[in-house]
């Protein structure tokens, strides 16, 4: 070939790759999809779509979705920012608590005493270690189910309210009905692995936006630590709370952690930051942080970008 026939040539295929990469971009514009989806699916991986039409420069920093289920909203707007099976009914582990937690308030004085039942006390996974006969005010209560998720403390507030959890989770389902959250159904109290309790990003993310127009909820959510002591004892209890990203990442505001084996590891995050208000659920994240981290990150940026 000669070099004028080569040169032809080097152009042809410079104006296809910028053509291609033309067309790409407007693929993505009106698509609204990711710029990795296309990896993604080559892999045989599940794509990641973003709903909202918007035209930032920000795009997600993953090529497959980093949890099974995952919805990012932008509260003020009420603009979807990412989601991926964000319809999908999934086991929500202890992010069940919330709902726990507004039956408590609706139902239940915070002033009661409350005395912990042996079948209180013997909760398993996270718990406070409480002894049956302790009596605990169900204010306190209700802080070590929202700030330590602790089972045992969960459980005894569950059965003071409820006379039993039966009757509670009766409740419980009563409230999902009465809110619109079709897809979600509890078995139990304090979000324990079954077949019949269940949620999607979805329902929580709308149950949390409720659960926080509740100051007392609002308020204990995004506490790092509290004490509680019982009324007929000496010892203390210390409350760490297990969301990690609170006093980590500016405007972290709650909500709930949870974690079981067929849950995976789960968040609920409320961040405010620079005029935006975002709500992140996250179900089943084999690494919840980096994956809140990024997510938060990309939204406050996608959230920017809209305004």
């Not at 509670?168 to 079954?194: E, P, Y």
């Not at 974690?259 to 995976?264: D, E, H, I, V």
């Not at 179900?283 to 939204?299: D, H, M, P, V």
């Amino acid at each position: 070939m000669t070099r004028s026939g080569c040169e032809r040539s080097c152009r042809r295929a410079s104006l296809a790759r910028a053509a291609g990469v033309f067309i790409g971009l407007v693929l993505i514009s009106v698509e609204s999809v990711t710029p990795s989806s296309a990896f993604a699916q080559s892999v045989g991986a599940q794509p990641v779509r973003v709903r909202t039409a918007i035209a930032t420069r920000q795009s997600p920093p993953w090529r497959v979705a980093p949890a099974h289920g995952i919805l990012l909203k932008e509260l003020n707007s009420g603009r979807v920012l990412y989601e991926h099976d964000a319809g999908k009914r999934m086991s929500p582990a202890s992010l069940t608590k919330i709902m726990s937690a507004l039956v408590i308030l609706e139902k239940g004085k915070l002033g009661d005493l409350v005395t912990i039942s042996p079948n209180a006390a013997r909760a398993h996974k996270t718990h406070l270690r409480v002894k049956a006969g302790q009596v605990f005010r169900l204010e306190d209560l209700l802080k070590a189910m929202l700030i330590m998720s602790a089972n045992d403390a969960c459980l005894a507030a569950v059965e003071h309210v409820g006379g039993d959890e039966a009757q509670f989770v009766t409740l419980m389902n009563a409230k999902a009905a009465a809110l619109g959250l079709a897809d979600t159904h509890f078995s139990n109290g304090c979000g324990f692995d079954n077949p019949d309790h269940y949620s999607t990003a979805e329902d929580l993310a709308a149950l949390s936006v409720m659960a926080l127009d509740q100051p007392i909820f609002r308020q204990l959510v995004r506490e790092e630590r509290a004490i509680i002591t019982p009324v007929n004892g000496h010892r203390a209890y210390i409350l760490h709370n297990t969301n990690r990203l609170l006093g980590r990442i500016p405007g972290v505001e709650g909500i709930k952690t949870g974690f079981t084996s067929k849950a995976g590891r789960c968040l609920i995050a409320k961040v405010s930051q620079n005029g935006s208000d975002l709500l992140l659920v996250i179900l089943n994240s084999k690494r919840r942080w980096n994956t809140a981290t990024n997510l938060i990150t990309y939204g406050l940026q996608a959230a920017e970008a809209l305004h």
